[in-house]
């Protein structure tokens, strides 16, 4: 069993695959760490993905992984729980040392943090079981499989009633169970009477089931409100607890003065501010859809590549100056 990489990627859906998948095409040794907690795990399908479009996310990770290890990239089972900068050589500085839960020590040249994020639900008794099936929260990964259905949006913040008149474009049956009556503004409720979306103000008690499928919700009065469907919003935290030795730390994604989770801060290419680590996903961005933080690993992948090609350049020259000078080139 090798220990040294010349990647080693954290997290291995579709982000963590993808970075795996251009790195392994372009020679590079690499190393994929997967806890098999993919965020769309409960959902049926994964959609938008262009040619993917409906397929089953473990069938998606199950096909992504086949295709890195057929360019030799190596996918292990565990979950990070720590990592650190290590010496690297005088023409590649950079160097990391990663801990598995396992408590295997591997060390690589670069690192891919695609570990994803964890949704924080509303605190409603019976949601968290139907979250991904009878429980949605965003109308382009679900809303056609709910279209022309009795859907029930839980406005919980400010972003609302943006988002119950983003499920009124897919059915035209959706009510807004409104918790707190300050959430809506006149402009709001206006919107909501001109395309009728019906209001229903004060807590949601619980998400009713029968027999695994949701039939509705309970109201804090004990009135029954029969749906086929309930969306709610979700709060991202993105997974980097085992990064705190890189001094690296999610800041607040917030929008139109809402937060919506966490995230890694990075550049176009997916860099992070720690030289040598770059990052892809809902790890970065709570928002991506399955295909957008596929493009993301793509891009990271590539950039760590290049990053690559440069130090070794670097080594190759100090070699030819100096024969004794070790080359520190890939470790494949």
Partial sequence: MRENFDVIVIGGSAAGLSAALILGRSRRSVLVVD???????????????????????TELTRIGRDEVAAYGAEVTAGRVVAASV??????DPVGFSVTLDSGRVVTA?????????????????????????????CPFCHGWEIRDRRIGVLVTTPNGAHHAQMFRALSDRVTAFVTDPDLLDDTAR????????????GPVA???STDGVLTGVELG???VVPLDALAAASTAEPRVAFLEGLGLRA??????????????????????GVRGVWAAGNVTSPMATVIASAAAGTQAGAAVHGDLVQADIAAALAAAADPSVPTGQSTR
């Fill in 35 to 57: 806890s098999g907690e993919p965020r769309n795990a409960p959902a049926a399908g994964a959609h938008n993905y262009l040619g993917r479009e409906g397929v089953a996310p």
């Fill in 251 to 272: 800041e607040d994604v917030v929008v139109n003065g809402f937060r919506f989770g966490g995230g890694l801060t990075v550049d176009a290419t997916g860099q992070t």
């Fill in 206 to 208: 619980r998400v009713l």
């Fill in 109 to 137: 040249r670069r690192l891919v943090v695609a570990s994803g994020a964890v949704d924080v639900l509303p605190d409603v008794p019976g949601l968290a079981e139907q979250w991904g099936r009878g429980v949605v929260h």
């Fill in 190 to 201: 206006s919107a909501f009477r001109a395309r009728g979306i019906a209001v229903v103000e």
């Fill in 221 to 223: 009065s004990g009135e």
């Fill in 86 to 91: 290590t010496a690297g050589t005088d023409t």
